[in-house]
């Protein structure tokens, strides 16, 4: 028997989607930056986890760096949306370093509870992924107060000073529903864990994930555009495999997308990460369309309209331009 070809083929794009208010002010801070101080501008780490926004960068004269040290004295250095230590900011300070911070707002809530709670001697158990920017930055915040839970696999093996002063604090880019696991079960070991004041777990990360179940439980094939070290983008494939998508993938650019993929699929859903430009989102929906997938829903779950004012030191010197 011949193969059943899909006859009617549409795509589902899940919307709030993309670019969250601190990845765009990011962005536009080295933007900015780059017009009002010249080229080259220093960027400490990838200023967002995505390749084209690094590649893009680049091209207009920003220079990304692994660390302070590698930035010459005396020139200016973005710090990436995901923070720094405070450690961080004494190297650059001592390299005379002019620095603008375009760590998110929401990160720097993040940081000041870590030293809010460390002040007050609590234990911190900070759940987020080991080696991730974002958590090497918190951690830094209070080193000798916190400690990372790295998912639920790590947390019977937490050793705590004192049980019954003890907060979880998290990454901003988690899964929502694993977090929850996780809490429940480090709950189970110390009844008397506190939370957080307010969601760790940002606006962005959640609203993207409420978009991406709704869209996955309609489709068979769930396609996110996001890089390979974005956790927030990563996050989005699995919450789209546990909420309906037979498949999953994640893809920096429509040129990863495999025809294989799109055998037999009648219904694919499209999404991208919080650090994902929307014109990788369009390529991906113009390649769906070469293979018949012509008819494009947006699905809207969550209306956002957050934005953030750029960071202080480089509206200072716009201002006085
Ligand atoms: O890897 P993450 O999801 O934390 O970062 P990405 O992909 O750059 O997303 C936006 C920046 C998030 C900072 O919290
Ligand atoms: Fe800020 Fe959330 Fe975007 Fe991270 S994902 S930059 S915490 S708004």
Redesign the pocket.
């Known amino acids: 028997m011949e193969p059943q070809t899909p006859t009617s083929r549409r795509v589902l794009v899940a919307k709030p989607r993309g670019y ?1 208010a ?2 765009d002010r990011a962005v536009v801070a080295v933007e900015k930056a780059l017009e009002q101080y010249g080229a080259p501008v220093y960027v400490r780490k ?1 200023i ?3 390749t084209h926004v690094v590649k893009t960068l680049e091209a207009k004269g920003a220079i990304f760096v692994e660390e302070t040290e590698e930035v010459p004295e005396g020139e200016i250095v973005v710090f990436s ?2 923070g720094v230590s405070p450690a961080v900011h004494s190297e650059a300070q001592q390299r005379k370093l002019r620095t603008i911070d375009a760590t ?1 707002p ?2 720097t809530k993040v940081h000041n509870e870590a030293k809010r709670f460390a002040g007050q001697d609590y234990g911190i158990l900070l759940i987020g992924h080991e080696g ?1 920017e ?1 958590v090497e930055g918190t951690a830094g915040e209070a080193p000798e107060h916190i400690q990372l839970v790295d998912g639920l696999g790590s947390v019977d093996g937490i050793q705590v000073k004192d049980p019954e002063k003890l907060v979880w604090l998290s ?3 988690l899964s929502v529903d694993e977090t929850v696991e996780t809490v429940a079960r480090l709950k189970e070991r110390f009844p008397t864990l506190i939370d957080p004041p307010s969601d760790d777990i ?1 606006y962005a990360t959640q609203n993207r994930q409420v978009a991406v179940k709704e869209i996955a439980a309609q489709s068979q094939l769930v396609i996110v555009v ?2 390979e ?5 990563k996050r989005l494939v699995e919450v789209a495999k546990d909420h309906g998508a037979a498949a999953s993938y994640l893809v920096d650019n429509a040129t990863f997308i495999q025809d294989e993929w799109l055998d037999g699929v009648t219904t694919v859903g499209v999404t991208s ?3 994902v430009p929307e014109e990788l989102v369009e390529q991906v929906l113009a390649r769906l369309a070469q293979h018949g997938f012509g008819e494009v829903e947006e699905v809207e779950s969550v209306r956002e309209s957050m934005r953030f004012s750029l960071p202080h030191e480089l509206r200072k010197d716009l201002r006085a331009s």
């Open positions: 969250c601190g990845v990838q967002v986890h995505n949306a995901h998110c929401l990160v991730h974002e990454q901003t880019t940002c996001g890089s070290n974005s956790s927030n983008s990460g919080a650090s």
